[in-house]
Nanobody
């Protein structure tokens, strides 16, 4: 399974940015997908998840109401729309997947993920 995240960059506080993660190597539509992030000097943390069908999502409290996770199963791609960005959102963002078929996307621990993309850096200036 290969995951390739893209879309990171340098933005100002209050701006929006959309990350994409293209997946290959398995039937994308059968699995939940996740976004995590890791800020300098901090542990990797859960950001958002979406179930296999796209009908159920979960968010960290820190991004709820500002970020939206979505997926296009026809394009084998998961997205993270980030609005009202804050300097504390600065981090390397990773897409991830687990091995639970038809999962609900309720896992929040990085150790529960089986596949990781290389990450894309998001820097939010104040």
């Amino acid at each position: 399974v290969q995951l390739q995240a893209s879309g990171g960059g340098l933005v100002q506080a209050g701006d929006s940015l959309t990350l994409s993660c293209a997946a290959s190597g398995r039937t994308f539509s059968n699995y939940a997908m996740y976004w995590f992030r890791q800020a300098p000097g901090k542990e990797r943390e859960f950001v958002a998840a979406i179930n296999w069908g796209g009908g159920s999502t979960n968010y960290a409290d820190s991004v709820k109401g500002r970020f939206t996770i979505s997926r296009d199963n026809a394009k084998n791609t998961v997205y993270l729309q980030m609005n009202s960005l804050k300097p504390e959102d600065t981090a390397v963002y990773y897409c991830a997947g687990d091995s639970t078929m038809y999962g609900f996307g309720t896992k929040r621990s990085s150790w529960a993920m089986d596949y990781w993309g290389k990450g894309t850096l998001v820097t939010v200036s104040s």
